[in-house]
Structures are given as C-alpha cells and as structure tokens.
C-alpha cells in the first residue's frame, strides 16, 4: 500500500504562484508513476501531470503545459507541482496518484493510490 500525502494548497492572487508537494510511503516501490489532478466544484476530475519516479519522464495537459512544472525528489519520497500565472479558472482541489502503470496514464481510471487533496482557491 502507498499513502499520499499533498500539501502547500492555500489562497493566491491571480497571476501568483504556488508549489504543491506530495509525500509517498509505505510500499513506494509499487508506483512507478506520480500523477497530478486537480477536481473543480460541479466538474470531473481531470488530469493535470504526471512523473515517472525512475528516468524523471513528464507529461503534461495540453492547458497546464509551460505554467506547470513537475519534479521529484526520489530520497525524499516526495513529488511537486509548481504552479504559475495563476487564474480563477485553476481554483480546485489537487490530487496527487501513483500508479504502477508506466507510459502516460492520465485518466483517473489508472491510479490505485490517492492523496486526500489541498485546496488551492485563485482570487481575481
């Protein structure tokens, strides 16, 4: 079993940045990739990133691609999402997922393992 632990959500001003950080335990080895998602009141789940935790491979949403950024720190256990040029229209709950798929899993479908999720709320 992985446990996922996300943090650094909070409040900031449009245009702003935030970092977000996701700390695995437990049986890491069985996650080969660290997604990134991110859920707004009334919409689906959607994906945002994803690393692979060996080789640092990164994927990325169409949208997300140049204001996002995704990183690791394997002695840490710890993955990250850098966030910038923030806008109203990121304002949701992020979620980081392992899974032991490798490639570019991005639906919800493929991720066994699920953080709790931090709020990030963008002012305009």
């Known amino acids: 079993q992985v446990q996922l632990i996300e943090s650094g959500g909070g409040l900031v001003q449009a245009g702003g940045s935030l970092t977000l950080s996701c700390a695995a335990s437990?049986?890491?080895?069985?996650?080969?990739?660290m997604g990134w998602f991110r859920q707004a009141p009334g919409k689906e789940r959607e994906f945002v990133a994803l690393?692979?935790?060996?080789?640092?491979?990164?994927y990325y949403a169409s949208s997300m691609k140049g204001r996002f950024t995704i990183s690791r720190d394997n002695a840490k256990n710890t993955g990250y999402l850098q966030m910038n040029s923030l806008t109203p229209e990121d304002t949701a709950v992020y979620y980081c997922?392992?899974?032991?798929?490798?490639?570019?899993?991005?639906?919800?479908?493929?991720?066994?393992?699920w953080g709790q999720g931090t709020q990030v709320t963008v002012s305009s």
């Open positions: 997922a392992g899974t032991a798929r490798l490639g570019a899993p991005t639906s919800i479908y493929e991720y066994n393992y």
């Open positions: 437990g049986r890491t080895f069985g996650s080969n990739t």
């Open positions: 690393i692979r935790w060996s080789g640092g491979y990164t």
